[in-house]
C-alpha cells in the first residue's frame, strides 16, 4: 500500500513544469488494439497492457497533485464490440479496481463512474460501487472512470432530471445543466487526451469539453508513460487560453 508523494516545486521545474497546471485532464485511451496486433497477439493482451498504462498514469496525476483525472474505459458504443472482447473488458475492470484500490484509497483518491452502470452484469456494478463507496469522503484526485458513457446519452439524462424536476424553463442556465450531468460539483474540465492519432471526441464529456484544450499524441495507450503525460501537460501550458475574450 504505497504512499505517493507529491512531486516538490524542484521536481515540476526539473520537468518544465512552472505554470499552472490543468485542474482536470481527460483520457481517450485509445491503440490497444493496434498495439497488440503489431505484436501478433489478440485485443485482450492490448487491453491488458492498457490497465498498466493506466495504473502509471493514475498515480502520476497523484504526483502531481490533480483534481480530477477522467478516463474513456468503455463507451455506449463498446457494446458493439465482439462480445469476448467485452467480456475481457469486464473482467479486467473488476481486476483494476481490485489490485488498485487498497492504494488508491490510501493516496486519498476518490473513485467516481459517469454512466449508466445499470447495463454492466452485477459482478462490474458492484464492484464499482463499492469502490466509489469506499472512496466517497477522500479529499485527493477525483478518479472518473466513463464506464458506458456518451456525452449524448449523458446530455439526454440530464434533460430528463431536469424536466421531471418541474424547474421553471427560465431557471435553466448552464450552472444547473451541469449540476445534472455526471461531472456536477468536478473542476472544468481543462485538457483533453487522445492517444494513437485519431483527431476526434468520440462522444466524450461533449458538454464539459466546450473551453478544454485539446492534445493528439500518436503513442498509443499501452506505450503512454507519465513522461509522455508531462509533455502533454506542458504542451497546454504553452497555449493562451482566451475562453472567447481578447487577451492582450
Ligand atoms: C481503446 O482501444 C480502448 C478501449 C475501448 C478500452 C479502454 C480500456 C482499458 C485501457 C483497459 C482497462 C480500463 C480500466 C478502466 C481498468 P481500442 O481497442 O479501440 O484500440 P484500437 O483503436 O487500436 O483498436
Redo the contacts with the bound molecule.
Keep these: 500500500m504505497q504512499i505517493h508523494k507529491l512531486y516538490t516545486k524542484d521536481d515540476l521545474a526539473s520537468f518544465g513544469l512552472t505554470g499552472a497546471l490543468p485542474a482536470h485532464v481527460g483520457i481517450i485511451?485509445?491503440?490497444?488494439?493496434?498495439?497488440a496486433k503489431k505484436r501478433l497477439m489478440p485485443?485482450s493482451f492490448?487491453?491488458r497492457a492498457?490497465?498498466e498504462s493506466?495504473h502509471n498514469i493514475v498515480r502520476e496525476c497523484i504526483k502531481l497533485d490533480l483534481k480530477a483525472l477522467t478516463?474513456y474505459?468503455?463507451s455506449t458504443e463498446?457494446w458493439k464490440r465482439p462480445q469476448q472482447e467485452v467480456n475481457t473488458?469486464f473482467s479486467?475492470?473488476i481486476e483494476?479496481i481490485v489490485k488498485e484500490i487498497d492504494e488508491l484509497d490510501a493516496n486519498r483518491v476518490r473513485i467516481i463512474t459517469l454512466g449508466d452502470l445499470a447495463a454492466f452484469p452485477d459482478r462490474v456494478r458492484i464492484c464499482m460501487e463499492n469502490a466509489s463507496e469506499r472512496t466517497k469522503n477522500n479529499t485527493g484526485l477525483t478518479f472518473c472512470?466513463c464506464l458506458n458513457y456518451g456525452g449524448r446519452a449523458e446530455i439526454l439524462r440530464a434533460v430528463r432530471n431536469i424536466a421531471a424536476s418541474g424547474a421553471d424553463p427560465a431557471s435553466i442556465d448552464e450552472k444547473l445543466f451541469s449540476d445534472n450531468l455526471y461531472t456536477a460539483g468536478l473542476p472544468e474540465l481543462d485538457l483533453v487526451i487522445r492517444t494513437?492519432g485519431e483527431q476526434r471526441l468520440s462522444n466524450f464529456l461533449l458538454w464539459q469539453a466546450a473551453y478544454a484544450e485539446f492534445v493528439f499524441t500518436d503513442t498509443l495507450?499501452p506505450d503512454y508513460k507519465p513522461e509522455n503525460l508531462r509533455a502533454n501537460i506542458i504542451e497546454f501550458m504553452k497555449r493562451t487560453r482566451r475562453f472567447g475574450k481578447v487577451v492582450e
Design positions: 485511451m485509445d491503440g490497444n488494439g493496434r498495439w485485443r492490448g487491453h492498457g490497465i493506466l478516463v474505459a468503455f463498446n473488458l479486467l475492470f483494476f472512470l494513437a495507450w
